[in-house]
């Protein structure tokens, strides 16, 4: 084992000068990370894990690309950082257009930042900037659904909808109206899937009614769920309806993509799968970058932003905003996922992953459902597959798995939604680059952490 740091001070979780994050007092230090190539990550006792979820759904195009090594020390050498307010780079400006023709019709502008967070703050701001200039200043409030993630600033807290954390945070944040997020396994009785999204659809509107519907901004949704819902997808009825109702009450909608976004789903855009329903505003992050460097972005048309930037410009920038060696990073990342056509594979390898997760369920007695698009799919875990009862919340299935996983040599994220309020779930989301039989080595190992897990759900006698 690598030798702890002398300068670690006390007995935390994972050591004195590092903060525990999500680590309880006593939990086992992970393993440190050495280097990465393709799907694998290798430790410092040089143990090789298959990043199964791509760190935090992130490296799309694997890890230790040359192409992108390149790009990035070229860049660096030339000028890593020239403020925006003084200087454009042309990195920003081929990102921008590329971004903007790869998502199409009605996204002529992009913005880039260091983060899916920072993203969806320019997000709600660049929709509250441009109600004050368009005479809509009665205009604040932003609903989102319950349960959802939208990032960890205090802004985007706001419209997160987490029990637990806003039972933390809640004091210090604006409240802001939660609607139902439609589910696909545990829909309330009496309900089909379709029939449990369309009430929430009408929840939305009777919400802006209740509220008065000249304070509400926007609505936020992610529409494909990252670790809040675990992959669940709705119908293109549920976005056709909630863009009527938006347009009916002049209500700005946003679609969260930082996880969804980028290629994941087998789209440019998740948006790309309903294109009768397109949303106002897009955020990106996580795949863009795919892990390279930091990096977020928010898509808007020139509608709001003309109107923005005739009235004094957007209040608002961080220091990392567009900078020029995120810029050039993130073009060498989308040079790779058009070279290896990224796209069209995460939709291929997403139906053959699928197949091999279903086979996984039916042999697992863990495995209650299997759902997702293209290559962002989740597994949801359960005590009784027959009544679909979840893990007791306690348990904490997915940081056992997790555990399990890494002994098995496979890399699988967690962040823990809602304590488990709505279900525990794992996200199966490699790089898009893995091949047939990495996915067959993924399903291996995926296997062998499961048969661990049922045989600690076994001895814990919660079956
Ligand atoms: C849907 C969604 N929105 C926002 C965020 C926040 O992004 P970041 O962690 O880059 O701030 C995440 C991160 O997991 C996410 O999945």
């Known amino acids: 084992m690598t030798p702890a740091s002398p300068r670690l001070l006390g007995d935390t979780a994972q050591g004195g000068s590092v903060l525990a994050f999500y680590s309880p007092k006593g939990s086992p230090r992970p393993p440190r990370i050495d280097r990465g190539e393709g799907v694998y990550l290798w430790d410092a006792d040089g143990k090789r894990y298959l990043d199964a979820t791509a760190g935090a759904v992130v490296a799309n195009i694997g890890h230790g690309n040359p192409h992108v090594l390149a790009a990035m020390k070229e860049q660096a050498a030339r000028v890593s950082f020239a403020y925006p307010r003084f200087f ?110 369309m009430a929430c ?57 930082i996880m969804s976004g980028a290629g994941r789903t087998g789209e440019f855009l998740a948006a790309h799968h ?78 053959s992953l699928r197949r091999r997760l279903e086979a996984l369920a039916e042999r697992s007695p863990l495995v209650g459902d299997v759902r997702g698009l293209g290559l962002l799919s989740a597994i949801e875990l359960v005590a009784d597959k027959a009544t679909r009862r979840a893990l007791p919340p306690a348990f904490n299935a997915p940081s056992k798995l997790t555990a399990h996983g890494l002994r098995h040599g496979i890399a699988l994220y967690n962040r823990r939604a809602n304590l488990g309020a709505f279900g525990d779930f794992q996200m199966i989301t490699p790089p898009l680059t893995i091949s047939e039989s990495e996915l067959d080595e993924l399903v291996e190992k995926l296997e062998r952490t499961l048969t661990d897990l049922a045989d600690e759900v076994t001895r814990s006698k919660l079956a």
């Open 274 to 351: 309903w294109r009768a329903a397109r949303p106002d505003m897009v955020t990106l992050a996580k795949g863009l970058a795919a892990g390279y460097t930091p990096l977020g972005c928010l898509l808007a048309p020139n509608r709001i932003v003309d109107a923005v930037a005739g009235q004094g410009g957007f209040v608002h920038g961080h220091t990392y905003f567009t900078n020029p060696l995120s810029c050039a990073v993130a073009n060498a990342v989308m040079d790779e996922v058009e070279r290896l056509d990224l796209v069209t594979r995460a939709r291929e390898r997403g139906e």
């Open 201 to 257: 659809a009408e929840e939305l509107a009777r919400t802006i009614e209740r509220e008065g519907p000249e304070s509400i901004l926007a609505f936020i949704i992610e529409p494909i769920g990252g670790l809040s819902t675990g992959a669940v997808v709705s119908s293109s009825a549920y976005f056709e309806r909630v863009r009527q109702i938006c347009d009916r009450h002049g209500v700005l909608l946003i679609y969260d993509e």
């Open 88 to 197: 454009e780079s042309e990195h920003n400006i081929a990102l921008a257009d590329r971004v903007c023709a790869l998502a199409g019709e009605g996204f002529d502008r992009a913005f880039f930042i260091s983060g899916g967070s920072e993203a969806n703050e320019s997000a709600l701001k660049l929709a509250r900037q441009y109600a004050v200039v368009s005479g809509q200043a009665s205009r604040w409030k932003v609903i989102s659904r319950n349960p959802s993630y939208h990032g960890s600033t205090l802004g985007a807290l706001a419209v997160t909808g987490d029990a637990h954390t806003q039972s933390i945070y809640g004091p210090m944040i604006k409240s802001m109206p939660k609607v139902s997020a439609p589910m696909s396994y545990r829909i309330p009785d009496g309900h089909t899937q379709e029939s449990h999204a």
